[in-house]
């Protein structure tokens, strides 16, 4: 028998027949109109999103310039963006001044950074360990071989030629590299009973922390020649990469710390009564967890290290940003109103699809691990 109070209202109307949830309208009344005010604030945000991305449609198709060689093609009554001046320069944007007939060096290591990331993230490809282990070991020094050339019959390419895309990903995936090793080993430094090690790894990321990364590049830059012996020099990039890695290294053992922190002290009193050194509890035991723990805030800090890459043309480097923003203002061949928020747009949208892929990745790492889910 049917309860009187399941099918019928307070009043003693009839109830309407549920709405089914795995419906396009049951879905909509669940997540977007569920109350009147849900139901006025969904409006609004749509109101606020169609008049936004109308804007943008208009200016970034409708009203813009679409080919060209020069200036002349987004002026008169072109008044959106102006995508000839990013076709026509598009190879100074991924190359910088790379020569031209080496620039197949250039292709050789995107692609091999592409296909083993894609090995590291598709499910179905196995022995991920081994790919990791390739990409952080032989791949570096492949794309060192490739790019620097001067050995296997490779032509020497100095660094000051390189530019635009190539500089950003050379800088980001550095700092990438190297920031999280040094970043463990600060973190557990910190963590030490040993006072000087404490002491020396709190103070250099006191330290660091406590200056802007401007200031980094430019001591990197300028102070740090001074400090090395006489007829002793270092590539100005190199430079840059190092300060880029230790500034990054300080924010990413603090990151570390806090998922040390999180672990259980019953952790740590399991790993010593199963006999286990120092290194090998932190090997096997804590550092795992640890890490995983931590795998959001590492990812934040990867993708903020990735925007601040944008910073090495305060000392003369043409990132991505930089060489963008070099001919919108050098090349008076593109000499438009529009052609300089383009080029920013841009870069904006570049930098976008790699935090973007970053984050989801980052959102998939966490979802196979389980992380965040309650019982």
């Known amino acids: 028998m049917i309860d009187n109070k399941i099918t019928t209202s307070k009043n003693g109307n009839p109830r309407p027949p549920p709405i089914r949830q795995g419906t396009v ?32 449609f208009d200016w ?35 190359y910088g001044n790379y020569p031209e007939a080496e620039r197949w060096r250039v292709n050789l290591v995107f692609l091999f950074g592409a296909v083993g990331l894609a090995a590291l993230v598709l499910p179905l490809i196995k022995e991920k360990r081994r790919i990791g282990l390739l990409m952080l070991t032989v791949y570096p020094i492949a794309s060192y071989i490739l790019l620097i050339g001067d050995m296997f019959g490779l032509a020497h390419v100095e660094t000051r030629q390189w530019g635009g895309l190539l500089v950003t990903l050379v800088i980001a995936v550095t700092g990438i590299v190297f920031s999280l090793p040094l970043g463990i080993l600060l973190a557990l430094g910190r963590m030490s009973n040993l006072p000087v090690i404490h002491l020396l790894c709190v103070c250099f990321i006191e330290v660091l922390r406590g200056v802007p990364l401007i200031m980094v590049l430019f001591m990197a830059s300028v102070m740090f020649p001074l400090f090395l012996p006489e007829g002793v020099n270092f590539d100005l990039l190199l430079r840059c990469l190092i300060g880029v890695a230790l500034f990054s290294a300080v924010y990413m053992a603090e990151v570390v710390r806090g998922g040390l922190q999180a672990i259980p002290q019953g ?6 009564a199963m006999g286990l050194s120092y290194w090998k509890s ?15 805030g590492i990812v934040n800090t990867f993708i903020g290290m990735f925007k601040d890459t944008t910073l090495v043309m305060i000392v003369g480097i043409f990132d991505l940003l930089g060489i963008i923003q070099f001919h919108t203002t050098a090349d008076a061949n593109w000499a438009a109103p529009q052609v300089p928020v383009t080029g920013y747009v841009f870069a904006g949208a570049v930098f976008w699809v790699f935090c973007f892929i970053m984050s989801r990745y980052s959102l998939a790492v966490e979802k196979r691990l389980a992380l965040g889910q309650k019982d």
């Not at 932190?282 to 959001?296: D, G, K, N, Y």
């Open 25 to 56: 309208f049951g879905w909509l009344r669940a997540n977007l109109f569920s109350t009147p005010l849900n139901g006025v604030l969904t409006l609004f945000s749509l109101f606020i999103i169609y008049n936004v991305f109308s804007s943008m």
């Open 267 to 272: 952790q740590y009193e399991a790993a010593s």
């Open 60 to 94: 970034a198709v409708l009203s813009a310039s679409m080919q060209g060689v020069d200036r002349t093609a987004c002026l008169g009554t072109a008044q959106g963006a102006c995508w000839p001046f990013v076709t026509n320069k598009i190879s100074h944007f991924i």
């Open 282 to 296: 932190m090997r096997f035991i804590i550092l795992p967890q640890a890490l995983t723990i931590s795998i959001p």
